[in-house]
């Protein structure tokens, strides 16, 4: 577990890449997870059957009462939408 110095030993900064899953490792029946939400896509057989997202709110309380949060969750939305443009380039 990485620390940041400014911090106490046992919280962690939120960390971009860390709010949302890495949706790129998404796989059927699997849950990917994140720090403030887990992504699940539930498939059997042809097609998707159910699509999850499952929030943590003290992930997110503790994300949003961070020094950090407003860098922290504007590079997690850059990153979100560079990967769906990405995923949508064929």
């Known amino acids: 577990m990485?620390?940041?110095?400014?911090?106490?030993?046992?919280?962690?900064?939120?960390?971009a890449n860390g709010l949302f899953p890495d949706l790129s490792t998404l796989r059927?029946?699997?849950t990917a997870?994140?720090?403030?939400?887990?992504?699940?896509v539930e498939s059997s057989g042809i097609g998707v059957q159910r699509r999850v997202i499952e929030f943590h709110p003290e992930a997110w309380a503790k994300f949003?009462?961070?020094p950090q949060f407003e860098?922290?969750?504007?590079?997690?939305?850059?990153?979100l939408l560079l990967q769906?443009?990405?995923d949508r380039f064929n």
């Not at 969750?73 to 990153?79: G, I, N």
Request: no cysteine.
């Open 2 to 15: 990485n620390t940041q110095p400014n911090l106490p030993a046992d919280e962690v900064a939120p960390r």
């Open 28 to 30: 059927y029946n699997q």
């Open 33 to 40: 997870k994140g720090g403030g939400f887990d992504v699940r």
């Open 64 to 66: 949003v009462a961070s």
């Open 71 to 79: 860098e922290s969750y504007k590079l997690s939305m850059a990153r």
């Open 84 to 86: 769906q443009a990405v």
